[in-house]
């Protein structure tokens, strides 16, 4: 099984580095600065065990590589770029790969369905951070992050069994599942903290605004008709298995929001987070006031590239008053 990581920024950058690290075959694909990092001098690997730099071949576009049958497409972009990516993917693979879904956000593989028909959907719970080009850092160890997984929609098969196999190989907990999105559902409410850590400074009213968003998530949710697990049971499933260890010289700062942000890269994943909520509001008559600000506020903080928490938390809560 060879595997094609596609977007190897915090995500993907750990899976394929930790996979090469396990002895598989991994191709990395890239843009930019990150590319030319990575061509000239390999990916350094940073975690609370050590750096180290791996030589894990990397590309720039999906036409450089011979893909077969055999082989998985991981896709570790945000959401807002995986149109693009599926559509430079999709002449240069045979209808029969594999493509998983390592992505927050409920809509990849549903966008992925639409070109090949062996989709599987991962729950990311991983702590990393892609700030620098040739650099990704993994905050926890011994295990580095959770993949759990499945196909999309529903059910598990033997090369679910297989990535999740690779997976464990390399420093992860895998498990394959056959009702993955329930998982993905409920990683959704978690995430909608990530616009209210971009766009407000932690501290008074923080913890009110993202009840308010976590509220509305689950309010849009269950008017939609969809099952997610419990929260007692996602805290079950993660227990204690995540240790974050301090890093000399390395501060975890926020998700994958805030990131985008701080690298300014104009382009945020929020309408697929806090935007799947608005939707599902507007679908199904359930108002979202605080989704729908944030989700403006993030925004204007991507065109206007403007630092994450850039805004009190109180002061955005006033215009929910």
Known sequence: MRFVVYGAGAIGGVIGGRLFEAGHDVTLVARGDHLAALQAGGLELVSPEGRTTLPVPAVGHPSELTLDDGDVVILAMKTQDTAAALTALTPHAPPGIAVACAQNGVENERLALRSFAHVYAVHVVCP????????????????????DLGRYPTGVDATAESLAAALREATFESEARPDIMRWKYRKLIMNLVNVATAVCAEGAGFADLVRLLRAEGEAALAAAGIDLVTVADDKARRGDRLQLRPIEGVTHNGGSTWQSLARGTGSIETDYLTGEVVLL????????????LL???????????????????????????
């Open 295 to 321: 989700q403006r506020l993030a925004h204007r903080a991507a065109a206007e590239h403007l630092p994450p928490g850039h805004l009190p938390a109180e002061e955005v809560l006033a215009q929910l008053a």
């Open 281 to 292: 509001g507007r679908l199904h008559g359930v108002p979202t006031p605080a989704s729908v």
């Open 128 to 147: 990393a951070t892609h700030l620098e080009p040739g650099t990704v850092v993994v905050h926890s160890a011994p295990v580095g992050g959770m993949f």
